[in-house]
């Protein structure tokens, strides 16, 4: 389906500011009860303001920045607003979406059906908490942050049907942003939310990237400088029995498992690898998804630590067999080469290539910055291992050695040898079961076009 729409100009508001409000801390108030944006008459406010207008009356999205990856909101009671996500990203409608909401308060008031009277359960309780007990420990734990929870819509629901896509439940999660807590509390609704790309690219964790994709489809961009975790928010279901992970994200296992009621949190999804389809697969045979232009090969941690070494050979092999083939996207000599390193691979993942030339590429949070992305790319001519005839341009960058930093640089990294005109980006794999190794390998494989174990 074709969902054109007139190219519209594109605005990245820079939102430097981190002090935007707070969560209430009156006598007897819930720890996350209410958000409240700050009073002052900052830029940043005024910014906030407009976008919370915006988001209110308009049906264009507007993209804004959490502690995952940036988001792309639309009020998420209002059915036009919400269609517009997908026209924006251009992707169908068939996926239900995660509604991000300033607090609890917030959160009770959608639980609560839309008209009580006529509500189809006719319970309505008012001593009763309408958040299930077995979220209670998660909420105390993990919001603000990058956790999803499952819970019943109820009948009838302020939800826009395109929210939760027929489904009975709804994902909800409390970013972990002062900015995004403060629009949401400025527009006064949910705002539902996937990651601010376009369909099938890696997910935008700085507003540059928000732009490269979507730049003439949206109003609004507010930058907020790159986000801390770098992968989506982990959504669980603590509806069934054994509780279940629908996607591994920000928040691991283990985490969970320390939990009361979540021991036995169980995953309830399958990455590539474990779906029994062919492995190595064959390039463009498979529905890609955090994917650059470039074809992405990963090499399973399992291949790194027990073949240390031969991976340069494997890469070497691999690229001699394309040479002959394709020649670069970019149009030069030769092919030009991504590797992103982790754990154990040598710079240039052990292939014999010339003098590095190194650039830092930093992204960071304006004048109130607490972190940056930064990578470091090194350039170098690629030779033949044999004959040292020039076959190439090598691009290296190292992401870091523990799953967190991976995590935060990953979506970066790819997005950078894309810019750079990679042809193929070779990166070596890490374990899932170190902290949020799961989430850093299921984007991946879903990333990747083939996979060496
Ligand atoms: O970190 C994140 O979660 C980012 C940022 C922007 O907050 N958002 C995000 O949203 O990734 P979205 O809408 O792309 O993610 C939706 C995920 C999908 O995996 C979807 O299948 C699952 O949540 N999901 C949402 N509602 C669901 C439901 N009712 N039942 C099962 N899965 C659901
Ligand atoms: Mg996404």
């Known amino acids: 389906m074709s969902q054109d729409l007139p190219r519209m100009s594109t605005q990245v508001l820079r939102i430097p500011e981190t002090e935007l409000g707070k969560f209430r801390d009156g006598n007897d108030q819930e720890?996350?009860?209410s958000w409240e944006v700050s009073q002052t008459k900052s830029?940043?406010?005024?910014?906030?303001?407009?976008?919370?207008?915006?988001?209110?009356?308009?049906?264009?999205?507007?993209?804004?920045p959490t502690e995952t990856v940036y988001g792309l909101g639309a009020d998420?009671?209002?059915?036009?607003?919400?269609k517009g996500i997908y026209t924006a990203k251009k992707r169908p409608s068939d996926n239900p979406l995660i509604i991000h909401i300033s607090d609890l308060e917030m959160l009770r008031s959608i639980l609560t059906p839309e008209n009580p009277e006529n509500a189809s359960n006719g319970t309505t309780n008012t001593n009763h908490d309408l958040i299930p007990e077995i979220y209670k420990?998660?909420?105390?734990?993990?919001?603000?942050?990058?956790?999803?929870?499952?819970?019943p819509n109820p009948v009838p629901s302020k939800l826009a049907p395109e929210v939760t896509a027929g489904l009975k439940t709804f994902g909800v999660r409390m970013p972990n942003s002062p900015l995004a807590l403060s629009l949401i509390k400025l527009v006064g609704a949910p705002l539902a939310a996937p990651s601010a790309n376009a369909s099938t690219k890696p997910s935008p964790t700085t507003a540059e990237h928000v732009l490269e994709d979507l730049d003439g489809r949206i109003e609004f961009i507010l930058d907020g400088g790159p986000c801390f975790v770098g992968v989506e928010s982990t959504v669980v279901d603590g509806?069934?029995?054994?509780?279940?992970?629908l996607r591994p994200g920000g928040v691991s296992i283990d985490e969970l498992r320390s939990c009361p009621g979540w021991e036995k949190v169980q995953k309830g999804y399958k990455d590539q690898s474990?779906?029994?389809?062919?492995?190595?697969?064959a390039p463009g045979m498979k529905y890609k998804h955090y994917s650059p232009k470039a074809t992405v090969i990963l090499y399973e941690a399992s291949f790194a630590v027990s073949y240390n070494g031969i991976q340069a050979q494997d890469v070497e092999t691999f690229i001699k067999g394309r040479q002959s083939q394709q020649i670069s996207r970019n149009g030069s000599d030769g092919l030009q080469i991504g590797i992103i390193r982790t754990r154990h691979w040598k710079p240039a993942a052990g292939l014999r290539c010339g003098d590095f030339k190194s650039?830092?590429?930093?992204?960071?949070?304006?004048q109130e910055n607490h972190f940056t992305i930064e990578l470091d790319v090194q350039e170098a001519e690629l030779y033949d291992s044999t004959t040292e005839a020039p076959i190439g341009k090598l691009m290296d960058v190292s992401i870091g050695t523990d799953t967190r930093s991976i995590a935060h640089g990953l979506f970066s990294a790819l997005r950078e040898l894309d810019r750079r005109g990679a042809d193929f980006i070779f990166v070596e794999g890490t374990v899932d079961d170190e902290d949020i190794g799961?989430?850093?390998?299921?984007?991946?494989?879903?990333a990747a076009s083939q996979i060496r174990s």
Request: glycine share 6%.
């Open 438 to 446: 799961a989430a850093v390998m299921n984007r991946l494989r879903k």
């Open 239 to 245: 509806l069934c029995d054994p509780p279940l992970i």
């Open 76 to 82: 998420a009671t209002r059915s036009e607003a919400v």
């Open 43 to 64: 830029p940043s406010i005024r910014i906030l303001n407009e976008a919370a207008q915006h988001l209110k009356t308009k049906n264009t999205p507007v993209a804004f």
């Open 359 to 366: 650039e830092t590429v930093k992204t960071q949070n304006g």
């Open 137 to 151: 420990t998660l909420i105390e734990r993990f919001w603000p942050g990058p956790l999803t929870l499952l819970l």
């Open 274 to 281: 474990e779906t029994g389809k062919s492995v190595p697969r």
């Open 31 to 33: 720890k996350l009860g």
